[in-house]
């Protein structure tokens, strides 16, 4: 049993049903015979789309079932429908590292952040147009106005207005406060496996206003941290915990943060 290989995904046709208590999953839709499939024992099992319902290393297959070694990687009352799945050959001693376990990502939340504004004049049910001036204000595209007790987030700044990403169910009226608030924290940390056509388009890549927001080091195994500062901008810290060639053809489903081209 290999410790990590150099396969970003060596399978992930179809779908997968895990049992929580015994760690035996069941092929699905779209899943050919577990022994034809290339895979091995040692190699880890990513439950969910992009991994979201967390991982385990496999511990031995038959031509319908995959065992895991423990289900302690899978984020707690995982549902055992059946899910789409990654397997690959990220290093094992990863899953003992906590701070990359799922149960711990959280999304970023609004708060109120002491900027206000007034309405110019009215702005009716259904808009996604707001009459407001931003002018010098601290308001960048991301944040959000409270409308009916929801954050409605803003797409584009222009001189006198703002447009919204979905409509507001409140009117507003001329001079009415507009109220903003921003998006902060959150916390996502996982494993990647960068390949060297990854690594260049990250290199030159922009989020969110900042340069080359998902760079690495190195090509390999590549740990990720990310979380929105008070500025409402993504930060990224990346560690390459094993620097090597990860094969290009076996590319798994990242192109959000590592696109190819």
Same mark, same amino acid.
């Given at each position: 049993m290999a410790l990590w290989g150099n396969k970003d995904s060596v399978y992930s046709a179809? $779908? !997968?049903? @895990? #049992?929580?208590?015994?760690? !035996?999953? $069941?092929?699905? @839709?779209? @899943? @050919?015979?577990w022994t034809s499939a290339g895979i091995a024992t040692g190699d880890i099992l990513s439950l969910g789309t992009g991994g979201a319902s967390g991982q385990g290393v496999i511990s031995g297959f038959t031509s319908t079932t995959i065992s895991v070694a423990s289900t302690a990687g899978f984020v707690a009352g995982f549902t055992t429908t059946p899910l789409a799945y990654n397997i690959s050959q990220q290093p094992i001693y990863t899953l003992g590292d906590y701070s990359y376990h799922? #149960?711990? #990502? $959280?999304d970023g939340t609004f708060k109120d952040f002491s900027v206000t504004a007034s309405a110019t004049t009215t702005a009716g049910v259904g808009t996604d147009i707001i009459p407001v001036v931003v002018g010098s204000l601290d308001v960048i595209v991301g944040d959000a106005i409270v409308n009916g007790g929801s954050n409605v987030v803003i797409s584009t700044i222009g001189a006198t207005t703002v447009s919204l990403a979905s409509t507001i169910s409140v009117g507003i009226d001329t001079g009415d406060t507009v109220a903003f608030r921003r998006k902060t924290g959150g916390y996502f940390k996982d494993v990647f496996g960068v390949d060297r056509l990854e690594v260049a388009v990250a290199a030159g890549t922009t989020v969110d206003g900042k340069n080359a927001a998902y760079a690495v080091a190195h090509q390999g195994w590549v740990g990720i941290q990310t979380y929105i500062d008070c500025h409402g901008k993504l930060r990224v810290k990346s560690e390459v915990l094993v620097a090597g060639g990860i094969l290009t053809t076996t590319d798994a489903g990242d192109d959000a943060r590592f696109p190819d081209s």
């Open positions: 179809g $779908t !997968i049903a @895990v #049992d929580a208590f015994t760690g !035996i999953g $069941t092929g699905a @839709v779209g @899943v @050919v015979t799922n #149960d711990n #990502d $959280t």
